[in-house]
């Protein structure tokens, strides 16, 4: 096989394993009314089910990343998928919920380490003209998941909630085939031991921050951050935060390098990216506001979001031919003009079916637009080759921590607001203003154009 059309099966690759772990977050709210009959279980432990997998893929983000680095992108990738069809199949066999929360939880850290693995072998193989193209049409996945998910888990429910996951085996096992035989297989494994300390205790902060945010109680905050279940987690994550850092700038090779927040680029994304994090995830809201705003029921109002959810899948790729052409920092600077016009819609104008849609489609834009290509780009061109896929894993680390916030800030600004319309547009209004800083932020960003790579200068691709 000729470089163009080996390149061409890496992105078909990519495109299918990001596409996999991306439906499983689509299509878990199908089967969980099914899993909760059979198992008995109540909505807390529903919970659990979908906030376990969220917290495993940020527990094996930046442990993954790094791992690739040092190791190889074959190596990790196929690690990676082999991981999710495992969990896949605990979950296929499970007979109680303590088997079902062990499934979820080796799928999410799996799952962890796809995206930024795949986000790096774009770096690595593709020229630069073509990385943002490369790096859009991999955004576009999570656009199309959400779009299909839900019918994909409509139909294998006829038969039984198992083949939600079933369907995963067959689909990993060509992943870890394939990977093995299109991947780079070269690893930068420097003399120095892995950096064990570091990935201990981030991953011990990351997890006591994320259990104790989402153990927030968002219609009483105050008194919430009192329990045991918050402020001893939040606590450990606060404490353990400065000596996780002292132990990195002494690490020969540190999981997180601290010369990624010494250059200014990399500052600016990392920041830009907890502010997307924290209004994406305000978007699970928006029903809500359809429901109390418009009187309509709740499936009327899932179906109000598929406009918005189909601008995203087909924005992504558009966007990422667009960093190719002018540069990521414009089109990231559009992209929140874009934000900034549809969060503030939702906050100030009067909710009609017209301005619900429309807002939906503004803010869709501008989402689609930095999830995909504009800020993974910068994040390739300002890291070094040897801590690429790093880089991207903190990316996802911010983008999570946002995610993570955005639910408590959105339903305590609502609570205090009494709720209601008026309360959800008052969460909207204060988004609306973060996106405003976020912009503000961008116009730190370099405004050039992409260079061109020399024929000399292109990466091989090694199999």
Do not use: H
Not at 12 to 25: H, K, P, R
Not at 151 to 180: D, E, K, R
């Amino acid at each position: 096989m000729n470089q163009a059309g080996n390149t061409k099966a890496i992105m078909a690759l990519l495109f299918v394993g990001v596409l996999m772990g991306a439906l499983d977050l689509a299509i878990i709210g199908p089967a969980l009314p099914a899993m909760q009959k059979e198992f008995g279980l109540d909505n807390r432990n529903l919970s659990w089910l979908f906030n376990i997998y969220v917290l495993a893929q940020l527990i094996g983000t930046p442990l993954l990343s790094k791992l690739s680095d040092r190791y190889g992108r074959r190596l990790i990738y196929v690690l990676c998928v082999s991981g999710f069809g495992l969990g896949s199949l605990l979950l296929v066999v499970a007979g109680n919920l303590d088997t079902l929360l062990i499934g979820r939880a080796v799928q999410g850290f799996g799952a962890s380490g796809i995206f930024p693995v795949a986000a790096a072998v774009i770096g690595d193989t593709f020229p630069k003209e073509k990385q943002g193209s490369a790096l859009g049409l991999i955004g576009a996945v999570f656009g199309l998941a959400f779009l299909i998910g839900p019918v994909i888990g409509g139909f294998l429910l006829q038969f039984a909630w198992q083949w939600l996951f079933l369907i995963n085996l067959p689909i990993a096992v060509a992943l870890v085939i394939a990977g093995w035989r299109l991947l780079p297989t070269k690893g930068n494994k420097p003399p120095a031991p892995f950096d064990w300390t570091g990935g201990i205790l981030l991953t011990t902060l990351l997890l006591g921050f994320a259990v104790g945010v989402t153990n927030l109680d968002t219609a009483n905050i105050g008194d919430s951050f009192q329990t045991l279940a918050v402020w001893p987690a939040l606590l450990a994550g606060a404490v353990l935060l400065p000596f996780f850092w002292r132990t990195e700038r002494r690490a020969a090779d540190p999981i997180i390098r601290p010369s990624f927040f010494a250059a200014k680029q990399i500052k600016l994304v990392l920041l830009i990216a907890a502010g997307l994090g924290t209004i994406e995830c305000a978007q699970v809201f928006l029903p809500s506001l359809a429901v109390v705003s418009l009187g309509v029921t709740t499936s009327t109002a899932a179906f109000l979001m598929l406009p918005g959810v189909f601008v995203m899948m087909v924005v992504s790729p558009i966007a990422g031919k667009a960093v190719d052409k002018m540069g990521a920092g414009k089109i990231i600077q559009v992209a929140l003009v874009f934000i900034v016009a549809g969060i503030l819609m939702y906050g100030l104008a009067g909710m009609t079916f017209v301005t619900f849609i429309g807002a939906g489609l503004l803010a869709g834009v501008g989402i689609a637009a930095l999830l995909g290509a504009p800020l993974r780009y910068i994040i390739i061109q300002e890291a070094r080759d040897e801590d690429r896929a790093a880089a991207q894993g903190l990316l996802n680390i911010f983008l999570a921590i946002g995610q993570l916030s955005g639910a408590a800030i959105v339903g305590a600004v609502a609570t205090s607001g009494g709720g209601g319309t008026e309360g959800y547009q008052r969460s909207f209004l204060v988004l609306g203003l973060l996106a405003v800083v976020m912009f503000f932020v961008s116009l730190g960003l370099n405004r050039n154009k992409p260079e061109k790579t020399n024929s000399t200068d292109t990466q091989a691709v090694s199999s």
